[in-house]
């Protein structure tokens, strides 16, 4: 293995990393701390495949894509990123500790949002994303393509989700007690289904979605015009 930052100091000179706006260094037996603050003008960052435990995207206020999956970081701080520029982020297979999904709900432009962890390796480690709660704060992230939840504790707010565009939904359990087997019940899929890349079963999940939602507006609208009939009587 090798420290990240010594890695960086050999191959990337300080002079030179402001004029870098995309930066793969992806699968180089990197660990421990990234500290990409020298990289200003850094549009596209890929880290994947590495042993990170941390890094510093205080200063890349210009990202428009992160890629930091099958890493072991253990918690990321997205609130340096312009909202309308950022859009795809690839987290997967990391440990992040526990949180909501408050810190995506700025994200106007998301497209691609893969936050779950499927590695089974890293799971019987104990090793996983831990996303928990309501899809409720990506209501505003515009029309995703691309999402992924499998491995996580979010277990509500599938109407809330913006699903016209949405193309590929990944729900998998993966794990024994993992909360969004929730969101599996809902659908009415099968765990295989949940966790499939084909392009049919996608299909079917999204369409499934959308079925949902229309179920949960139209029980909304009877429910609320029934208690506003209640009242008129009183």
Known sequence: MVYAQEYLDQNYPKEERKNIKGLEINDKNLEGHLDLRDFVNLEGLKCSENELTSIDLSNNRKLEVINCSNNLLTDIDFSYQDPEKLWGIDIKNNNLSSRDLSCFASFVNLETLFIGTDDEEKLTRN????????????????????????????????EYLPSHNLENFYCASKRNGARVK??????????????????????KKVVRVIAYQIYVEKYFNETTMIQNWGCSIL
Do not use: C, V
């Not at 393509?145 to 504790?153: A, K, P, Q, V």
């Not at 929730?182 to 299909?203: F, V």
């Open 182 to 203: 929730e969101i599996i019940d809902i659908l009415k899929i099968s765990e295989e289904q949940a966790g499939s890349r084909s392009e049919e079963d996608n299909h």
């Open 127 to 158: 090793i996983y994303n831990h996303f928990h709660g309501s899809l409720w704060y990506l209501m505003n992230l515009g029309e995703p393509e691309e999402l992924d939840i499998s491995g996580t504790d979010i277990d509500n707010g599938l």
